[in-house]
């Protein structure tokens, strides 16, 4: 089925440690983004990308980098993790038409 | 910085009713808006999407209207059922970059 992927969906770090999160693609999209969820904070934008070999920060960028090297993917790094990033990942994609979410990736830093 | 509310927070009704769901923005140079349901550990899905010179758009039970000049969408669901319950999130994008600006919600409880 087309849509949005996210691998992984689970995982658990300790603080200090790095991750990516991979976010793949199959509509041909040009924009694609990063949001996190936190409760009561609602979904906020990290970074996002309006094409291939693009990045933008959004809202809370600080402590994640990304690259989009491939229109289909997009890739979240978090290189040295800390608590305050425990949350819900979203990836989702667009182009004129709307977005579609991913899955979602549940990150906890202990 | 576009900013959005959503009232009220929760809701609950009982099955049968139709019921009103609403969604405020600050910007009103928006591309387009739409409307996401999500269930407890989900992703979004998406329900509507209404461009920006449209007034309103029909799903099944769904209806949204937009109202740019007042920076105001609502969310009509009528007949609702149990399957209903979740929360809705409205968001409009932005011209050039479409991104998204999510309100909270409004978590919905339909009660059998």
């Known amino acids: 089925n087309a849509g949005v992927t996210q691998t992984p969906k689970f995982r658990v770090l300790k603080t200090g440690q790095s991750m990516t999160l991979l976010c793949a693609q199959d509509m041909n999209h040009e924009y694609m983004y990063w949001y996190r969820q936190d409760p009561g904070m609602g979904l906020r934008l990290i970074h996002y990308?309006?094409?291939?070999?693009?990045?933008a920060k959004g809202e809370v960028p600080d402590g994640y980098n990304v690259s989009r090297l491939k229109k289909q993917n997009f890739l979240l790094g978090l290189e040295s993790a800390a608590p305050s990033q425990t949350s819900v990942y979203f990836c989702a994609s667009s182009y004129l038409i709307g977005y579609t979410f991913g899955s979602g990736t549940r990150l906890t830093v202990v | 910085k576009q900013e959005v509310t959503q009232i009220p927070a929760a809701l609950s009704v009982p099955e049968g009713e139709n019921l009103v769901l609403n969604c405020s923005f600050t910007?009103?140079?928006?591309?387009?808006l739409q409307w996401f349901r999500q269930d407890p550990g989900k992703g979004l899905t998406s329900l509507l999407l209404i461009q920006s010179s449209q007034r309103e758009q029909t799903s099944g039970r769904l209806n949204a209207s937009l109202d740019k000049s007042s920076g105001r969408s609502t969310l009509y669901i009528a007949a609702s059922q149990p399957g209903d319950s979740a929360t809705y999130l409205c968001?409009?994008?932005?011209?050039?970059?479409?991104?998204?600006?999510f309100g909270t919600g409004t978590r919905l409880t339909i009660i059998p």
């Open positions: 968001a409009p994008s932005n011209f050039g970059n479409e991104k998204l600006t």
């Open positions: 910007d009103s140079a928006i591309y387009n």
């Open positions: 990308s309006v094409g291939e070999g693009t990045t």
